[in-house]
């Protein structure tokens, strides 16, 4: 009887190790999904966390950059003074006279920091002093231009006659190719820009009144050949080096264009011009 039932109770207790195994294996499983559960809860408030702090990163940079935004709008690059004399103490007084006397403005100096031999960074106590010096600086500007082009017409007109009148250089002059200016006599219509800014109505004035053309933009190239002048971020060029002559003599002119590649310390690109010898007979 005891040998029959030997087998039973090792089925019985293989049985209960079974089920034990089972159970614990089903235990796991719970305390492991309770575990991943609570990562994921802590993983959720983690995120909502960061994306709430990241929110507010964003607000307070958008805050900073308005707050930068509005400090800006008060300064000013201020050049042309003489800063080597000038203590850093008495640089926002100095800064003020000379306000006063150079643009007839008188204006409130919150900062003013040195830049330069004669270069500042002015920052005004009010939007109103930054509006009145620049729009002060733009008549000053206007007045700046008309007598360079008055000065320069008087040392043309005390040339002789009989030489032959050339000018050439940096006019900072976009001259379009507005019918309104004459341009097939007078630029040639070949220019890089299709309108004038006031720098190139006031060349092409000039030019007309003194009967003169602007032979650097008479010529057809590419436009490659067209730019003289490359801004420091590569994107902007312009044409503003200029050759003009005397109306009479501008047939004279075989070609007018700009070479890349010169060893120059300069920001502008090399214009050569190409004229033909005029015979003298006496």
């Known amino acids: 009887m005891n040998e029959a039932t030997k087998p039973d109770k090792l089925d019985t207790v293989i049985n209960m190790l079974r089920e034990m195994t089972a159970n614990m294996h089903q235990m796991r499983e719970e305390q492991q999904e309770k575990e991943n559960e609570e990562i994921r809860t802590e993983n959720a408030r983690i995120k909502a966390e960061y994306e709430s702090i990241k929110t507010n990163m964003e607000v307070l940079k958008k805050r900073m950059d308005s707050l930068e935004k509005e400090k800006r709008m008060l300064n000013v690059v201020l050049t042309g003074m003489d800063l080597e004399a000038h203590q850093s103490e008495d640089l926002q007084q100095i800064v003020e006279e000379f306000i006063e006397q150079k643009l007839e403005v008188k204006a409130s100096v919150k900062t003013a920091t040195k830049l330069g031999r004669k270069t500042c960074l ?27 082009y008055e000065e320069l017409e008087e040392v043309l007109n005390k040339i002789p006659k009989f030489d032959i009148k050339c000018l050439i250089g ?32 006031r060349l092409i004035e000039f030019a007309l009144e003194n009967s003169m053309k602007i032979v650097s933009t008479a010529f057809d190239h590419k436009d ?3 730019e003289t002048w490359i801004a420091p971020n590569g994107l902007t060029k312009n044409q503003i080096d200029h050759v003009l002559i005397e109306m009479k003599h501008a047939k004279n002119i075989t070609n007018v264009r700009s070479y890349r590649g010169a060893d120059a310390d300069s920001d502008h690109i090399l214009v050569i011009t190409e004229m033909m010898q005029i015979a003298t007979i006496f």
Do not use: P, W
Not at 122 to 148: A, G, H, P, W, Y
Not at 180 to 188: A, F, H, I, M
């Open 170 to 201: 940096d006019m900072n002059a976009k001259v379009g190719r507005e019918e309104e200016y004459s341009v097939t006599t007078t630029t040639g219509g070949k220019s890089l820009h299709k309108v004038s800014n006031d720098n190139g109505k």
């Open 224 to 226: 490659i050949h067209k």
């Open 122 to 148: 002015i920052s005004f106590r009010q939007l109103d002093d930054k509006v009145k010096v620049l729009k002060n600086k733009k008549d000053k500007d206007e007045d700046i231009k008309t007598r360079f």
